[in-house]
């Protein structure tokens, strides 16, 4: 989930939706935002996965 912008140059900016950090900024082409936000390594979300397996891991420990 990326916000896009583009600036009066033409250039581009995008913004990460769940970290909100901008993880590009006047960037030329779109294929450079694609190749930036492939490479954003979300903070939110390593966390959200984190706490998942967190989760999981409680409810294994319950069972037994
Ligand atoms: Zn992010």
């Known amino acids: 989930m990326y916000s896009r912008t583009q600036n009066e140059n033409g250039t581009y900016n995008s913004r990460c939706l ?3 950090m901008t993880i590009a900024s006047c960037v030329e082409t ?3 935002l694609d190749a930036r936000e492939a490479r954003h390594m979300c903070p ?3 966390l959200a996965q984190l706490l998942a397996l967190d989760r ?3 409810q294994h420990a319950a069972h037994n």
């Open 18 to 20: 769940d970290c909100f």
């Open 30 to 32: 779109e294929k450079e």
């Open 56 to 58: 999981a891991a409680a």
């Open 44 to 46: 939110e979300k390593a």
